[in-house]
């Protein structure tokens, strides 16, 4: 286990923070019993925090008829939907919806090369909800395979989540479980697979990045 890159940014602010809470409640509160309540609560915040940017130490399950899950959460929709971002055709649409105590990290579902980033600004509607795939901040990356299948995950920003990190650019390459990007609290995470792939998962199952197989080709 260790800390993702993206808390060394946040962490040190975020205990600044709440350091000068705790100065504040201990200069007008502390010959009061909720004095000693407030900063339990501080405490449990800070770890929470911590908590939050955690990066799991964790082997991908590698394997080219697979496509995996690039985010932990749970599964919220399973359906087809027409793709007109990217594809311009009709998809199988797996959502996960990732809690604020989820890994946050996003994993390449498949292994190949990248060829389309585009992040779209937008609204911040909660993640879980169907029109936050169309209509919030969002990005899209599409992982193109060996044998030239395309695959797009698309990470979502909710009502919480305010900034989507995406590493990798087009013509990069790309490891099957290799990180590409990161989410900042809840949100979730839209994969866009061929309408011929076997389902592997059921709506309200749990996932976990790396290893839960969405779906396989025949």
Do not use: W
């Not at 879980?128 to 969002?138: D, P, T, V």
């Amino acid at each position: 286990m260790k800390l993702h890159k993206e808390g060394l940014k946040i962490i040190p602010a975020a205990f600044l923070f709440i350091l000068v809470i705790d100065a504040v409640i201990y200069f007008f509160l502390k010959d009061f019993l909720i004095f000693y309540l407030l900063i339990a609560a501080s405490l449990v915040l800070a770890a929470l925090v911590v908590y939050f940017f955690r990066v799991p130490n964790r082997k991908p399950d590698v394997n080219e008829n697979h496509i995996l899950a690039p985010a932990d959460g749970k599964i919220v929709a399973i359906e087809p939907v027409f793709e007109k971002e990217y594809f311009k055709d009709e998809r199988i649409q797996i959502s996960i919806f990732m809690s604020p105590l989820n890994v946050h990290q996003n994993l390449a579902p498949v292994g190949g090369e990248v060829v389309y980033v585009n992040h779209i600004p937008g609204n911040f509607y909660c993640a879980f909800a169907a029109k936050s795939s169309e209509e919030n901040e969002r990005c899209s990356t599409v992982f193109r395979m060996k044998n030239n299948t395309e695959i797009l995950s698309r990470q979502i920003a909710g009502a919480v989540a305010r900034r989507i990190a995406t590493y990798k650019k087009p013509e990069n390459t790309i490891e099957q479980g290799q990180e590409y990007g990161f989410i900042r609290f809840g949100s979730r995470v839209d994969v866009f697979v061929p309408k011929d792939v076997k389902i592997n998962v059921k709506l309200n199952q749990k996932s976990v990045g790396g290893k839960t197989v969405l779906a396989s080709f025949s």
